[in-house]
Structure formats: C-alpha cells, structure tokens
C-alpha cells in the first residue's frame, strides 16, 4: 500500500504492469467536507480522547472521564491522575489490549489544536446523534477526517462508527435527513456518497492490523453502495470458472437499482471497484481464497459496468487487471480466457492485439491445443492476420500430428511471413518467434537455429 492517509483510495499491489488507472485524470481526491450545522468547535477544556468514546455526558452535559481498563468513571481529571498510578490501575492496564489504553496525560499537552477543538465538537455530536442524526453525522464525519491523522486508531474508528450509524438511520428513515434546503440537510445522493467513503475510510483503518475484518469491511461497503447481496459474490467461489464469474458480473451489474447517470458517480462507482478488487485479492495471499473470487467478481463487474456507461477505456483496463490476477494467482490458463473479452469487446484498445497473441502462446506453452484453438477461432473470424492464421495452422498441425510439416516446414513458413510484415507490430511477432524457437521447439525435429 503506497498511501496510509484513510480518506483516500489505498492501492494495493496485483502485480499489474503500468499505471493502475485509465481514463484520464482519476487522481483520488479527498471526500468532500460538510457543513457542520449549528454546531462550532468549542473551548471546552481538553480531556482524555479514549475517556470521550462512548461516555455519556451527565447531568450539566460534562462527560465523565473513564477509564477503559478499571471500567470506571471519575468526577475530575485529578482524581483521574491519581488513579492511573495505582497499583490496582496498572494490573488492569498490563492485562488489557492495547487499544483500549488510556493516553498518557503528559500526551496531551502535544495534541494538535485541531484535534483539541474537533474533540469538543464530538462531545456534542454524541449528544445530538438520536435526535438530529443528520448534524451528527455531518459534525462526526468532519471530525474524523480532522483526529485521522493526528489522534488514535481506536478515537477515529469509534468516531466512523459513530458517523456511520448516523447515516444508516438518515438512510432507513427519510424523516431524519434534515429540512431540505436547511444547512445540515443531506439529499440521497450526498448520504450515498458518504456512507461510502465513511465505510472505506472504516476499511481502510482495519487494513493496518486486521486484514479478515478489513475484506469484510470492503465488500460490505461496495455492496451497501451498488444495492447488491453480498452472499451474491461467493457464487463466483463456488463455481471457480472466469466464464461463470462474467455471467454473474453482467446479472450483477443489471441489477444494481441505481442509474448512476452523472460523471462523478461513475468515477466514484468504478474507482470503489478497483479499489475492493485490489484490497481482497491482496488479502487473499494470506486469509482465504474465496477473497480471490470475490475479487474476480468484483473486477468482472467493473468491466461490465465501465462498458455499460461507455467508458472503454476503463473497461480495457479491468480485463487487464482480471489477466494480472489469473496470472499472479497461478491460474495462468484462466487468464487465456480473458482473450475472449480483449476480442468481443476490445480490438481497438492499444495492446489489444499482443494480448491475444501472449493468450495463444501461453494456451500453447501450457499444451492446451483446445484453448489456443478455441481462441484463434474466434480471432481469425473477424480480425484474421498473417501472425494468427500461423498459430491455427500450427494448432491444427499439432492436433493431427503432423511431424513432416512441424519437422520442415514450420519454421520456413513463419520466417517468410515474419520477413513479410517487418513493419507490423514487432511486439507480437518477437512473441511468437520466441515461443517457436524455445516453448515450441519440442514439437520440431530441428533447430530454428540450423535452417539460418
């Protein structure tokens, strides 16, 4: 992961060669801020952030200071210090994890004043979750972008619990969004759009240390987002076959009930895609294979949805990514399939040609005459060249054993037409004269090299 700043995209590595975007500029940007409503940063006095979380404010609206391992609250910060010199204090904390640790008081003192006045902020947050979640959820989401980078995992990640929830009510019951018009009021879409990056930032957080609950977290929020069953991805695990996996992808995207007709939504949607792909096949090396199917289906998706919306290029680059995926995973002969695609879909893309050829030889390399056969079928049908009715003679050649042609004419004939088109794509064919001389050469009585 190149970047650690949770409230833009993470890359992961899938081992895809080049830029892992297309498309234009698709820097990441950072999530939009939102009005905070009445509510102001307040000069409240600082006080422990851990004894903020999930501590009630009594009576006169003070929130009491707690402390997590004794599982106690205490008037006065005073009577607080006292208590952390304790022995009894000082068992309780060895024997507690880690995250639930006071700071140390003397750390306080060092707190950025941004995250001095985004903790008082909180304090009324919580206070006003229940009954106007929507400026709860626009103070807290504030907040968390402000403690992310100065304050404790476990502060943010109870704060995007917190702002979470606040969403998921405003989501369920429409009343709760706030008087339209009205500062703290949230439409559909920018609720949506949040909970999105609220969920991804929550994803991303969990990434650092708990990479199952992260996946977890990264699947549940593309699925919140598209309006699809999560369950629904798993079938790509069960079936194992990159065929079923696009015929899911396309029953997927077609159901997804959102139109996402404007430009920043297609982006936001495909960008959360590659993202989720990205984080659950690099989970997977080390938590469980079914991540990696979930993360073909979720690439399929991409593709079928970036194709829908027009966007070519983009769609271009999943299935080279679904390629990097097959081929990182080991599955290089499911990777082959993924001409198919490049063909169906793809011909005028750059590169689109070598992929087809690299798919062919790697079908070959892997002595599987039926998939290299299958592919060059199709190929040749439409876009048919000297380089690929080479490889179907050789194909066909091979099938029927035909050791005089494959002893004496092979390589003649593919030095002719490699002579022949010396202005083409020299690309391919270095690939396929590569592959006659050394992966192929079994199948000849000869060395390409005794006919020069």
């Known amino acids: 992961m190149a970047n650690t700043n949770i409230f833009e995209p993470f890359v992961f590595e899938t081992g895809t060669a080049g830029d892992n975007r297309a498309g234009g500029d698709r820097t990441p940007k950072k999530p939009d801020r939102v009005l905070a409503g009445s509510l102001s940063p307040s000069s409240t006095k600082l006080v422990n952030p851990l004894a903020l979380v999930d501590t009630p404010l009594d009576s006169t609206g003070v929130p009491s200071i707690y402390c997590a391992p004794c599982k106690k609250k205490f008037s006065s910060e005073a009577t607080f210090e006292a208590h952390l010199q304790s022995d009894k204090h000082k068992k309780s904390a060895r024997q507690a994890p880690s995250s639930s640790l006071p700071a140390s008081p003397k750390s306080k003192s060092k707190l950025h004043p941004v995250v001095q006045g985004a903790l008082s902020s909180m304090k009324k947050a919580q206070a006003l979750a229940t009954k106007d979640p929507a400026v709860a959820a626009t103070v807290l989401w504030n907040i968390a972008q402000d403690i992310a980078q100065f304050g404790e995992d476990f502060v943010t990640r109870t704060v995007l619990d917190s702002a979470l929830s606040c969403m998921q009510a405003m989501d ?167 001409a198919n695609l490049v063909i169906d879909h793809h011909m005028q893309q750059p590169g689109s040609r070598a992929m087809v050829a690299t798919a062919v030889v790697n079908s070959l390399r892997g002595h599987d005459l039926v998939r290299a056969s299958c592919i060059l079928q199709k190929y040749n049908y439409r876009f048919e060249e000297p380089w690929s009715r080479f490889l179907a003679q050789l194909v066909g050649k091979t099938a029927d054993a035909d050791t005089i042609w494959l002893s004496t004419d092979a390589w003649k004939l593919w030095t002719q037409i490699s002579n022949a088109n010396a202005a083409c794509d020299r690309h391919i064919y270095d690939l396929i004269e590569s592959a006659v001389q050394r992966e192929l050469r079994p199948l000849m009585w000869y060395s390409p090299a005794e006919t020069n």
């Open 172 to 338: 369920a019951n429409t009343d709760l969004r706030g008087v339209k018009g009205s500062p703290g009021a949230w439409s559909a879409r920018s609720l949506l759009k949040t909970m999105l990056e609220c969920q991804l930032a929550r994803a991303r957080l969990e990434s650092r240390s708990n990479k199952q609950l992260a996946a977890s977290l990264y699947a549940d929020a593309l699925c919140c987002y598209l309006g699809i069953p999560i369950d629904s991805l798993d079938i790509a695990e069960r079936d194992r076959n990159p065929t079923k996996a696009w015929a899911l992808a396309d029953q997927l995207v077609n159901s997804i009930p959102r139109k996402f007709a404007k430009s920043e939504d297609i982006d936001q949607a495909t960008g959360a895609m590659e993202e989720v792909a990205a984080a659950l096949f690099a989970f997977s090396k080390t938590e469980s294979n079914t991540l990696l199917w979930r993360s073909v289906a979720i690439t399929s998706m991409a593709h079928v949805f970036a194709l829908q919306k027009e966007r070519t290029d983009v769609a271009f680059l999943a299935v080279r990514r679904l390629v990097a995926l097959f081929d990182s995973a080991g599955l290089g002969h499911f990777s082959s399939e993924c």
